[in-house]
């Protein structure tokens, strides 16, 4: 700690506050304290008490600020604020900004709908939810149209001025307020209905569709009663979906702390009416170190917003450090009381090792998918690496294959993968320019030499202009290059690296024992069928071949379709680019009429007839052969050569 440092912290006041920790300028660290002399002070004189992630904290600050408030509450509402604002890089940040939907019934109006809101509003309207995707609210909302004739349209309603029913009241799913067949008191009693199925209360909807059930089935109004009984059915199966818990039937949230490794996990369970309808993880990056209590409240501040609001009540696994005003501040963004308990005992406490159990499961279950990451990117980039003889693992590599049809119309494809994963906005393509014929190892020489030539052009114009050559479509230059094919190919692509002047690495990978072939060696690396490096590199070869087929039958169809045209009376160039570009499917042209080629800007009755009969005529089975290699993948039109 530097004079200047131990000077700010002597004067500090005894007072509430926020205070913001500094390195050269930047925030890194934003906290609350009650007396912010005490709790500063605590960062540089008690070390070792401290956890590796705040030692590496305080070693890097070399200034702080202090915003002094009038109380607790307004220090936690600051503390919130700084840290979405900043985003400092030593404090728990949650990621997850996704709005959880709800449903909405505006009750204020004389004919309400109920719908899907992706936002709560203090609007007057009932709003239910969160809930946990838009899945589960139209799932629900389904049953509530089943089970309830309430009106889903958008028709704006006027009793002086009646319109014709819909489809809806035909079949029995809507009162028609639109035509008034009903009144707002009558159509009132159907959406309480619906309020108080929304709110959990679902045994009086079942009661009350049962016993209509029975008294059209008794009236032999069997069509009524199958209505009934397939509402009834729809109403059961999503209450089998939702599990029932016994905590007062009212709303909660559960939220339980599992830390493993680097990283700290919240789970939330989902209680609304009584019936848990779902649960969510949240990973929290670099809190492994983290109090449970710290966690827990760096969650609730930032989950719990405009776009989620809190429930009434929030259960939490672990104790929380001044939940007083933290259940103050929720209430207020809430516009209702929120109270967050620890529960000791009883169902509640089931309910919070439910979601401890949970968060420890989806915790672990995270931590393997890392490590099965690693092992198919980094892991596998080292392995490789050794094979190869490599110093260090390629974080760039690029692969390369040729295709063709008899010599025709040749492409080269390069694809890229950076640190093991595949970077598709840096695929490219090359349309052969000086090679005649099906002569693959001339052809990967023109394309090898014309993306080193361009690299080496833009890397040196970025390096004049003082950017960064990674910025570039070409300046990037590879680590390592993987050819698809054997020795021939292998042999050009070094030739043309070795007359630019670059040394880069290169190997080819053979199809027949999937065998690693390396310029001027007569042996071959076969690598075990398990092993991480050989699925990275199948994986390379297989995305190059891939990305070159598909670019040849590209270019093969819209050939194909020029050539059709070409023929073709009073289709120039102008209309033929016109249909082309209107057109992107051979499959769209051909199934098009007349009138359909008619609205391709510069074609008249008369040749969009002649288009048509070209198309469907006499020639039809020939043209379609000519074209059939295309066709299968519905190719695009306007592909275009790189």
């Not at 009646?162 to 159509?187: D, F, H, K, M, S």
């Not at 905590?247 to 490794?261: H, S």
């Not at 929290?284 to 809190?310: H, K, R, V």
């Not at 590599?397 to 093991?420: A, K, L, P, W």
């Given at each position: 700690?530097?004079?200047?440092?131990?000077?700010?912290?002597?004067?500090?006041?005894?007072?509430?506050?926020?205070?913001?920790?500094?390195?050269?300028?930047?925030?890194?660290?934003?906290?609350?304290?009650?007396?912010?002399?005490?709790?500063?002070?605590?960062?540089?004189?008690?070390?070792?008490t401290?956890?590796?992630?705040?030692?590496?904290?305080?070693?890097?600050?070399?200034?702080?600020?202090?915003?002094?408030?009038?109380?607790?509450?307004?220090?936690?509402?600051?503390?919130?604020?700084?840290?979405?604002?900043?985003?400092?890089?030593?404090?728990?940040?949650?990621?997850?900004?996704k709005?959880?939907p709800?449903?909405?019934?505006?009750?204020?109006?004389?004919?309400?709908?109920?719908?899907?809101?992706?936002?709560?509003?203090?609007?007057?309207?009932?709003?239910?939810?969160p809930?946990m995707?838009?899945?589960?609210v139209?799932?629900?909302?389904?049953?509530?149209?089943?089970?309830?004739?309430?009106?889903?349209?958008?028709?704006?309603?006027?009793?002086?001025?009646?319109?014709?029913?819909c489809?809806?009241?035909?079949?029995?799913?809507?009162?028609?307020p639109?035509?008034?067949?009903?009144?707002?008191?009558?159509?009132?009693?159907?959406?309480?209905?619906?309020?108080?199925?929304?709110?959990?209360?679902?045994?009086p909807?079942?009661?009350e569709?049962?016993?209509?059930?029975?008294?059209?089935?008794?009236?032999?109004?069997?069509?009524?009663?199958?209505?009934?009984?397939?509402?009834?059915?729809?109403?059961?199966?999503?209450?089998?979906?939702q599990?029932?818990?016994?905590?007062?039937?009212?709303?909660?949230?559960?939220?339980?702390?599992?830390?493993?490794?680097?990283?700290?996990?919240?789970?939330?369970l989902?209680?609304?009416?009584?019936?848990?309808?779902g649960?969510?993880?949240?990973?929290l990056?670099?809190?492994?170190?983290?109090?449970?209590?710290?966690?827990?409240?760096?969650?609730?501040?930032?989950?719990?917003?405009?776009?989620?609001?809190?429930?009434?009540?929030?259960?939490?696994?672990?104790?929380?450090?001044?939940?007083?005003?933290?259940?103050?501040?929720?209430?207020?963004?809430?516009?209702?009381?929120?109270?967050?308990?620890?529960?000791?005992?009883?169902?509640?406490?089931?309910?919070?090792?439910?979601?401890?159990?949970?968060?420890?499961?989806?915790?672990?279950?995270?931590?393997?998918?890392?490590?099965?990451?690693?092992?198919?990117?980094?892991?596998?980039?080292?392995?490789?690496?050794?094979?190869?003889?490599?110093?260090?693992?390629?974080?760039?590599?690029?692969g390369?294959?040729?295709?063709?049809?008899?010599?025709?119309?040749?492409?080269?494809?390069?694809?890229?993968?950076?640190?093991?994963?595949?970077?598709?906005?840096?695929?490219?393509?090359?349309?052969?320019?000086?090679?005649?014929?099906?002569?693959?190892?001339?052809?990967?020489?023109?394309?090898?030499?014309?993306?080193?030539?361009?690299?080496?052009?833009?890397?040196?114009?970025?390096?004049?202009?003082?950017?960064?050559?990674?910025?570039?479509k070409?300046?990037?230059?590879?680590?390592?290059?993987?050819?698809?094919?054997?020795?021939?190919?292998?042999?050009?692509?070094?030739?043309?690296r070795?007359?630019?002047?670059l040394?880069?690495?290169?190997?080819?990978?053979?199809?027949?024992?999937?065998?690693?072939v390396?310029?001027?060696?007569?042996?071959?690396?076969?690598?075990?069928?398990?092993?991480?490096?050989?699925?990275?590199?199948?994986?390379?070869?297989?995305?190059?071949?891939?990305?070159?087929i598909?670019?040849?039958?590209?270019?093969?169809?819209?050939?194909?379709?020029?050539?059709?045209?070409?023929?073709?009376?009073?289709?120039?160039?102008?209309?033929?680019?016109?249909?082309?570009?209107?057109?992107?499917?051979?499959?769209?042209?051909?199934?098009?009429?007349?009138?359909?080629?008619?609205?391709?800007?510069?074609?008249?009755?008369?040749?969009?007839?002649?288009?048509?009969?070209?198309?469907?005529?006499?020639?039809?089975?020939?043209?379609?052969?000519?074209?059939?290699d295309?066709?299968?993948?519905?190719?695009?039109?306007?592909?275009?050569?790189?």
């Amino acid at each position: 700690m530097n004079e200047r440092l131990r000077l700010k912290i002597e004067n500090l006041p005894e007072s509430p506050g926020c205070y913001l920790m500094k390195n050269q300028g930047q925030i890194i660290y934003v906290g609350k304290a009650r007396n912010l002399k005490n709790r500063v002070r605590q960062y540089f004189h008690e070390s070792r008490t401290h956890t590796v992630k705040v030692r590496a904290m305080v070693d890097h600050v070399d200034d702080f600020d202090v915003i002094l408030v009038d109380g607790e509450l307004e220090a936690l509402i600051l503390e919130n604020n700084l840290i979405k604002l900043h985003k400092p890089r030593y404090n728990i940040l949650l990621k997850d900004d996704k709005a959880y939907p709800y449903i909405r019934v505006d009750v204020n109006e004389p004919y309400p709908r109920v719908e899907l809101a992706r936002r709560s509003a203090k609007d007057g309207a009932r709003y239910f939810g969160p809930y946990m995707s838009a899945t589960v609210v139209r799932e629900t909302l389904d049953v509530v149209r089943q089970a309830f004739p309430v009106r889903t349209c958008k028709r704006t309603i006027s009793p002086d001025k009646p319109t014709r029913p819909c489809v809806q009241r035909e079949i029995g799913q809507c009162l028609g307020p639109c035509a008034n067949l009903t009144t707002p008191e009558e159509y009132r009693r159907v959406v309480d209905q619906v309020l108080d199925f929304l709110n959990g209360n679902d045994q009086p909807v079942i009661d009350e569709l049962t016993a209509r059930m029975k008294q059209a089935a008794a009236g032999m109004n069997f069509e009524r009663a199958a209505l009934y009984r397939d509402r009834l059915k729809a109403v059961e199966l999503l209450m089998q979906k939702q599990k029932a818990v016994h905590t007062g039937g009212g709303d909660q949230d559960v939220l339980a702390v599992c830390r493993l490794g680097d990283d700290g996990y919240v789970q939330r369970l989902v209680v609304r009416g009584g019936r848990m309808i779902g649960s969510d993880t949240h990973v929290l990056d670099n809190a492994g170190e983290d109090e449970p209590s710290d966690i827990l409240t760096s969650f609730m501040l930032q989950f719990y917003a405009e776009e989620c609001l809190p429930p009434r009540e929030i259960l939490v696994s672990d104790g929380v450090e001044d939940a007083d005003v933290l259940s103050q501040l929720l209430s207020e963004r809430r516009g209702g009381r929120v109270a967050v308990k620890k529960p000791d005992r009883g169902e509640k406490k089931k309910l919070t090792d439910m979601a401890q159990k949970n968060a420890r499961d989806a915790a672990e279950k995270r931590q393997k998918q890392i490590s099965t990451s690693y092992a198919r990117t980094q892991g596998a980039l080292k392995e490789l690496a050794d094979v190869l003889g490599l110093e260090r693992p390629p974080r760039r590599i690029e692969g390369y294959d040729i295709s063709n049809t008899q010599g025709v119309q040749s492409v080269g494809s390069m694809v890229v993968m950076i640190d093991g994963k595949a970077a598709n906005k840096a695929y490219r393509h090359f349309t052969i320019k000086t090679v005649e014929g099906a002569n693959d190892f001339a052809s990967i020489r023109e394309v090898i030499t014309r993306r080193l030539k361009h690299g080496l052009q833009e890397l040196e114009e970025r390096n004049a202009a003082g950017e960064d050559p990674r910025g570039g479509k070409f300046s990037d230059l590879p680590d390592l290059i993987l050819i698809d094919g054997g020795q021939g190919q292998l042999e050009n692509a070094v030739a043309a690296r070795d007359e630019l002047g670059l040394r880069m690495p290169m190997f080819g990978l053979a199809k027949r024992l999937e065998e690693i072939v390396l310029p001027g060696e007569d042996r071959s690396i076969l690598l075990d069928r398990h092993s991480p490096a050989l699925h990275l590199i199948q994986r390379v070869r297989d995305e190059a071949h891939r990305f070159a087929i598909s670019h040849h039958r590209s270019l093969r169809g819209a050939a194909a379709l020029r050539s059709r045209l070409d023929d073709i009376p009073g289709v120039g160039p102008v209309r033929r680019k016109a249909l082309l570009k209107h057109f992107e499917t051979m499959e769209a042209l051909e199934s098009a009429t007349v009138e359909g080629i008619c609205e391709v800007e510069g074609i008249s009755t008369h040749t969009a007839e002649a288009i048509f009969k070209a198309l469907h005529g006499e020639n039809d089975d020939s043209a379609r052969t000519h074209d059939d290699d295309g066709k299968g993948e519905g190719h695009d039109l306007q592909s275009e050569d790189r």
